[in-house]
């Protein structure tokens, strides 16, 4: 009983998963501080409206944080949102564009969404039918990280 969640019927190493799990937390909360200091320190003629988009893109990638951390806390471990290792854990990396060009950070979010969009592919093949509920949640995160990327080429169309 004090499993929760997890039954015998669990197909995987319940402590890959979370451990699985805790490098998506922290994928998002560098994401999430990447929108986050490239809203606040964006330029320039079109500033407004990158802005905008990368501050929503990071109230987004937060969102995904917390769900993820959730998922660890029900398969019984403890979200790691330790800052001194976040970096470390992330796929992608924090970047800040020494003059604040619209055009490099839309770059940089875009190539660091590809990223996501791939090892989050990769995961919900790795994951399976052996934990549909994992499986799920990282789909629609999935999901979310392909409309960003999506939105990012759309402003680089526009910003060019």
Not at 2 to 27: C, F, H, R, W
Not at 108 to 117: C, D, K, S
Not at 129 to 150: K, V, Y
Request: charge should be negative; charged fraction near 25%.
């Amino acid at each position: 009983m004090a499993q929760g969640p997890v039954t015998e019927t669990y197909g995987l190493d319940q402590e890959k998963v979370i451990s699985v799990l805790n490098d998506v937390v922290a994928t998002e909360v560098v994401c999430w501080l990447r929108y986050t200091r490239h809203a606040i320190s964006a330029t320039g003629i079109d500033r407004a409206q990158v802005a905008a988009e990368f501050t929503e893109h990071a109230a987004q990638e937060m969102a995904h944080a917390m769900r993820a951390a959730e998922r660890v806390s029900q398969l019984g471990g403890q979200p790691d949102f330790d800052p001194t290792s976040l970096a470390r854990r992330a796929h992608t990396e924090y970047t800040t564009p020494a003059d604040h060009d619209l055009k490099a950070m839309l770059e940089q979010n875009l190539l660091a969404e590809r990223i996501v969009i791939s090892s989050y592919q990769e995961i919900a093949r790795w994951l399976g039918n052996h934990d549909p509920t994992t499986r799920r949640l990282i789909e629609s995160i999935l999901e979310e990280e392909e409309e960003h990327a999506d939105d990012l080429v759309d402003l680089l169309g526009a910003a060019i």
